[in-house]
């Protein structure tokens, strides 16, 4: 697979990094953390609410909403051999594209659902603005944080 960079971003490769306490913290296609480089430096900082007993969770790979559930099983299992069992996996979530009036919660109407819409298509416009400024790191700390609070 090649990997075609948005118009307006600059991106070189730096190498790799081995970041043992990274590895400590498992998986979820919706992670309540964020790891943002800075220089040489990577951090990992929340990205919602974390409350006292909730597990924290990295993104291995791809987000529920970025990447259909077969798809994200399919890398999850070819480079690090485990089936997901986040809550996105299992409630099969679907991608904020695929969202239709069937599956809206009941009590739900139709304004909630178009809310949400307007929501998405808000931080949309703003991670392209990021993205087009050559800011990567705020693009990918948005597109985390668009897929884990765009709830139904």
């Known amino acids: ?14 190498g790799c990094a081995l970041n043992p306490s990274f590895a400590l913290f498992n998986h ?5 953390t964020a790891r943002v480089n800075i220089g040489p430096n990577t951090l990992m900082i929340a990205a919602k609410d974390i409350q006292a007993g ?8 791809y987000q529920y909403c970025d990447q259909a559930y077969d798809l994200r099983q399919g890398w999850l299992r070819d480079h690090y051999k485990f089936d997901c069992g986040c809550a996105a996996c299992e409630g099969k979530w679907p991608l904020h ?10 009590g ?5 659902l178009q809310n949400i819409e307007n929501k998405f298509l808000t931080i949309k416009k703003l991670t ?13 700390f948005h597109s985390i944080c668009t897929c884990m609070n765009l709830k139904l």
């Open 1 to 14: 697979e090649t990997w075609e960079p948005e118009p307006g971003l600059t991106t070189s490769f730096i």
């Open 128 to 140: 392209s603005a990021e993205l087009s400024a050559g800011n990567f790191d705020r693009y990918l």
């Open 28 to 32: 979820s296609c919706t992670p309540n």
């Open 54 to 61: 909730d597990e924290i969770s990295d993104g291995y790979s």
């Open 108 to 112: 739900r109407s139709n304004k909630d």
């Open 97 to 106: 594209g695929d969202i239709t009036n069937a599956l809206v919660k009941p």
